[in-house]
């Protein structure tokens, strides 16, 4: 694993090194001055951490998610990608959701620099309730993280919607259609469809939810899904999962990040 950490800390380092020997050529006619401007509200990406909450996932699984997501926050491969993107710093807020009207922000917009903003951003995550809803409205959820989005103080150069879950969009709408209208916005979606059931639960293994999350839910320049098939790479696939996404790196030739081969496309609005 560590070989695999050092393969992309290089990558990461190489892609920045030439982003920022091509400053933007901009006279003073063509960028006026901008008596508004706030230096502190400038990220490399802004980041909404969107998770599932339904009642198919356990509190067990609830609570490894949960784990997974403040161990990654503060691992040292996530800080080592903030500090060498090109301002240091980027905006994350951390989303629940289940049905339709079930969105909770459970951690506010932050800034994360380093160490201690890191750990603390995190530490509200490791506080906070575990909550469990009945319904899985991806489309509710897309919907709402792009308000996030939209209604932050941020200026972030990308935008991004990290969203989790173990099952299809059951409620609110057509996923693709939300998914579109995110995607007009500028923002990307990436994915973690959640597997770890596929091996003793027949229906979720029939679903084929990785294919789900590819054909129906992800989108945007360089998106991708890491499919979690098990509790043990759990934490994993998330610490490189942000890793990819606050570095805005390609995941190709990732061996957590798979492909789909040549199969038949998913049926959408199946479940919708």
Known sequence: MRSLWTTYRNSLIAALAAAMLCPLALSAEAAPLNLNYDPDSEVDVELVLAVDISQ???RDEQEI????YVSALTSEEVLEAIRYGPTGRIA???MEWGGAEEQFVVAEWALIKDAVTARAFAAKLAEAPIRHKQRTSIASALKQAVNLIQLNRFNGMRKVIDISGDGPNNQGGRVT???DEVLTSGVVINGLPLMM???KNTWQAMMNLDHYYEDCVIGGPGA???PVRS???FADAIRMK???EIAGISPDGNPLVQKAAARKKVTCSLYD
């Open 65 to 68: 998610q949960r784990a997974g």
């Open 56 to 58: 198919s996932m356990d």
């Open 231 to 233: 509790t043990d790479a």
């Open 92 to 94: 994350v807020t951390y």
């Open 197 to 199: 059931k596929a091996e």
């Open 177 to 179: 259609e939300a998914r």
């Open 224 to 226: 991708f899904a890491i």
């Open 242 to 244: 942000l890793v990819l």
